[in-house]
């Protein structure tokens, strides 16, 4: 493991693991750690040396002294590419690989928009950043929307009052409302979701540039969809994967929870 000191942002904290030497830079879902992909043993991990790297309110990621009201600004979209400034001064200028998980995605797309011709591989499951998710742009970004995800965060019963009231009226199913519930239940873990998804509601990949650039750089494309996701199903991305020439596109039988060792046993068991 190690840190990514970045100037105005904070640092970093990654973890390294994985038996394959192709370098590989990974960002995970919420609620996890940079170590969340270390359950892909038979499969990811045989080919790559994973950068799993943690999301700021999450594992070990600070950032630095920034005020409640820059991170209710949000994290701008350039910080990303420090990310990979700072992994190079430290391993040097190479080319290496992607990989990104839910909201983890995001960063992931954006390296593909910003270090095309440097990228060998891209792997994104159950990805966010392919089409908008109304729920989360509305929290981020409309008045009401904001106004509600405040009150929502600072008191203790409101957050589970309503999130049962949209499971009772099938807005998410069981496996959404058993994840949010465990991510909603104490206060802190409720204003680490407010500050998380604030942080980098910026972060919206340009699907259409980067579609073109995997095709012009031919980059491998594999996605990773649950048949079972109502968050980011298939079925959003699919204006995306028309775009490109040559994807690897998959559907397991599992739900949002995709990151499992259920998963690693259907991918190296697909067919060659």
Not at 22 to 51: C, E, I, N
Not at 118 to 143: C, S
Not at 168 to 197: C, N
Request: charged share 20%; glycine share 6%; proline share 4%.
């Amino acid at each position: 493991m190690g840190f990514l000191q970045i100037t105005d942002l904070g640092t970093v904290h990654f973890h390294e693991y994985g038996e394959g030497k192709k370098p590989m830079l990974a960002f995970h879902g919420y609620g996890m750690t940079g170590r969340q992909f270390h359950v892909l043993k038979q499969s990811v991990l045989q080919d790559y040396h994973v950068y799993g790297i943690d999301h700021f309110f999450h594992g070990e990621s600070r950032l630095d002294n920034w005020t409640e009201a820059q991170i209710l600004a949000g994290m701008p979209k350039a910080m990303v590419r420090q990310y990979v400034e700072e992994w190079f001064r430290l391993y040097g200028r190479q080319r290496f690989s992607v990989m990104g998980y839910s909201i983890g995605a995001n960063l992931a797309l954006i390296l593909v928009e910003e270090y095309a011709d440097l990228i060998d591989d891209l792997i994104l499951m159950a990805p966010d950043g392919l089409a908008v998710y109304k729920g989360f742009d509305i929290l981020t970004n409309k008045a009401w929307g904001k106004f509600l995800f405040n009150r929502v965060t600072k008191n203790k019963w409101l957050a589970p009052t309503l999130l049962k009231s949209l499971y009772k009226v099938h807005f998410i199913d069981e496996s959404l409302y058993k994840i949010a519930y465990s991510e909603m239940d104490t206060e802190q873990k409720r204003l680490d979701v407010y500050y998380t998804l604030n942080l980098i509601k910026w972060l919206k990949p340009d699907v259409v540039k980067i579609a073109h650039l995997i095709n012009q750089h031919k980059i491998k494309c594999t996605l990773i969809f649950g048949k079972h996701d109502q968050l980011f199903p298939k079925t959003a991305a699919m204006p995306f994967i028309n775009l490109l020439a040559d994807a690897d596109v998959h559907e397991a039988p599992l739900g949002h929870w995709l990151v499992t060792p259920a998963l690693d046993d259907y991918l190296v068991n697909l067919p060659a």
